[in-house]
DNA sequence: CGGGGATTTCTTGTCGACAATTAAAGGTTT
DNA sequence: AAACCTTTAATTGTCGACAAGAAATCCCCG
């Protein structure tokens, strides 16, 4: 008889791993049911509670969500689409770790974008969408005084993504609602928590032009603002010695 | 006993229509077969072997690929996502027909981010690029005087293809080649065969501009010329009544 | 003769099962 | 003791099976 204590030959069996499921027993639309699971994990990575390079399991996944398999390879290839995950073949997805280069491109290609969306904003934008806009940068700074970091870290990104959303195309809106995710996840990635760059000025400067219809004037503070953000990201990533453990290899396994 | 003369009572029963299956007997990897599955559907759509509104039931494919039902839904995901097809719940998915507004929207999404990516062009282009770019373009023009519609359409995006490239940046390249390909099944839908608008001259004066420095110039000639492609298939749109067809539900059934 | 169900079939949504691949450990040989 | 091979488990790739939803036709009734 093969006892627990002997270890045996080959690969270690791993133990059950009671994980706690949280499937909500009411039966639910398919749709939505895809995107439960989607969201759940966009917003673990996000909070930080999946780490990069973390393990994702289809068969756990699918005990944690209550789901089969297909499902779970749906919403990981959707993941791996947006570049939230990375899918290896024959291996386990794991959350994506972004280089310091796919970094640099990403915001590189987000400053492109949104220069070449804000002339749109400013050619379809009524009055009603500038007040909005102003009432979410009201909303913005309230959260900022309340040191709500997470809340307040989700209405700075909402502005930019509003801007796309009034642009009025549906495609560049996607398009940038991918990058703005990709950069919430490096954010989340590199920025301690508690350390938050005050930028909520800057949004107002570039409302505050388009409303004037000064675009060009619009799309340098942004593209400034962006790379205020970014240096930051940078800084804060060289302080940090995450080089050198990933070059170590340590940062791989749990 | 069911006999073949008397009409049952429900749904009509198919036939079992045999199709001609052409799948390669020897095994191929895995990544290969999504791939061939893949691009086997786009290119019978720029062919216009596959019209917009054909059903496209997960079945069929499976005996005309020789494979799973999984691996088909796959496929047709990625086909959604890049708007080649459209994926209704519950219901046959089916080859995308883009309205109007959506062509509209279309060529705004692509003057826009080729505008974004040319000054990204002129930063890291070499001579080299710039030389092989001429050659493409000798290539273009040759095929143009030999009457190779098919092949010089295939170039002509190329030259914008080509430019997302030389943009060194991969999100971006990504972006603009989905939408490119997306405008060449607009084209492909929309253009009669032997009715070719005489292009590239347009796409020299790009590179012109690009290789003395000007980048607004550039930004200037190519939007022109987009614009001018899409006013080119907006008159032939006119021309042909698709509209009213399609009114008819004269599009749905082959 | 027209409209509302009933009925049948088609089609997708979802799942577990089996095969193939990869990783990880132990044992073995030099 | 270090490098290689063997064994074992974990994990994905792929498929057919079953259930549920939608569509098309016919039948019946007004």
Redesign the pocket.
């Known amino acids: 008889m093969?006892s627990t204590a002997t270890?045996?030959?080959?690969?270690?069996?791993?133990r059950p791993q009671a994980l706690a499921g949280q499937a909500p027993a009411g039966r639910e639309k398919?749709?939505e049911?895809?995107q439960r699971i989607y969201t759940a994990i966009v917003d673990r990575v996000m909070e930080q509670r999946l780490k990069p390079g973390t393990?994702?399991?289809?068969?756990?996944l699918?005990e944690l969500f209550?789901?089969?398999?297909?499902?779970v390879?749906?919403v990981l290839q959707r993941l791996a689409h947006d570049h939230i995950v990375e899918?290896r073949?024959?291996?386990?997805?794991i959350v994506a770790m972004p280089s310091r280069e796919e970094v640099g491109k990403l915001f590189e290609a987000r400053r492109a974008l949104e220069a070449a969306v804000l002339p749109l904003v400013a050619e379809h934008a009524t009055r009603a969408n500038y007040a909005s806009l102003r009432r979410q940068l009201r909303q913005e700074r309230d959260a900022m005084h309340r040191y709500a970091q997470t809340e307040w870290a989700g209405l700075a990104s909402a502005f930019h993504l509003r801007l796309g959303e009034l642009s009025r195309n549906p495609m560049l809106h996607r398009y940038l609602s991918e990058i703005i995710s990709r950069c919430c996840l490096v954010v989340a990635l590199f920025q301690p928590p508690g350390n938050a760059t005050c930028e909520h000025h800057e949004h107002e400067r570039v409302v505050a032009c388009l409303e004037a219809g000064d675009v060009a004037g619009a799309q340098q503070e942004n593209d400034r603002h962006l790379r205020e953000l970014e240096a930051h990201i940078q800084l804060i990533e060289e302080d940090t010695d995450q080089s050198l453990a990933d070059m170590l290899g340590l940062t791989d396994?749990s």
Chains 1, 2 share one sequence.
């Open positions: 093969t270890p045996g030959r080959g690969r270690p069996k791993v398919p749709a049911k895809e393990r994702l399991p289809e068969a756990a699918c209550g789901v089969g398999r297909t499902l390879q749906k899918l073949p024959n291996r386990s997805a396994r």
